[in-house]
């Protein structure tokens, strides 16, 4: 993945640089709104990092530009601010994803990596699958070997949520967002519920369970798990 980090306090500028890179990832930073607008619409990158407050030019007039020349490329929006307003304003102006300041910089990656993944290719899979279970996107049906699994909507999204994510860690705020379209938390056991329900039917009757409980962070599914 490359990544543009458009952020001008370098603190958080360098903490996102140095957790992208340590996962393997490019990074390229810009300080202002300005040259942070320019470099995204003149070379090419997979994602953008972008800060709301930024100086000569503000977050949300950079990604209004950015979507008037890159309506695909995956945009994920920093902010100090929590209230509804930003969120609701940073989506309407074509953001994929929003994260609040302060935030792990392991979260921030799953999202960046979530987002970075959703383009081309990967996105015109008909067929997700780890070990033994297969998700089929176009017939709707799961099968771990031979047995055929029946999910329920929220469960068959919820799964290939975590597959076109697999091995890598799916945050619950981005089960809200993507599952149930929430972008905040009610506060409910509504994820707990639905993982528990999806582990009884993927893993219970199977020798090698395949989702995985990320303490303080998520899920994530991958083979072999112990």
Known sequence: MKALIIED???VAE???SGLESAGHE???QSDGKNGLNRALDEHFDLVILDIMLPEMDGFTVLEEIRA???AL???LLSAKSQVDDKVRGLRSGA???LT???AIEELLARAEGLAGRPGAASKETELSVGDLTLDLLRRKVTRGETEIDLQAKEFQLLECLLRNRGKVVTRSMLLERVWNYHFDPQTNLIDVH???LRQKVDKTFNIPLIETVRGTGYRISEGLS
């Open 9 to 11: 306090d370098p603190t």
């Open 15 to 17: 903490h996102i640089r």
């Open 27 to 29: 990074c390229f930073h």
């Open 69 to 71: 020349v890159h309506p």
């Open 74 to 76: 995956p945009v994920l």
């Open 96 to 98: 994929n994803d929003y």
């Open 101 to 103: 300041k302060p935030f």
């Open 195 to 197: 993982i528990s329900r």
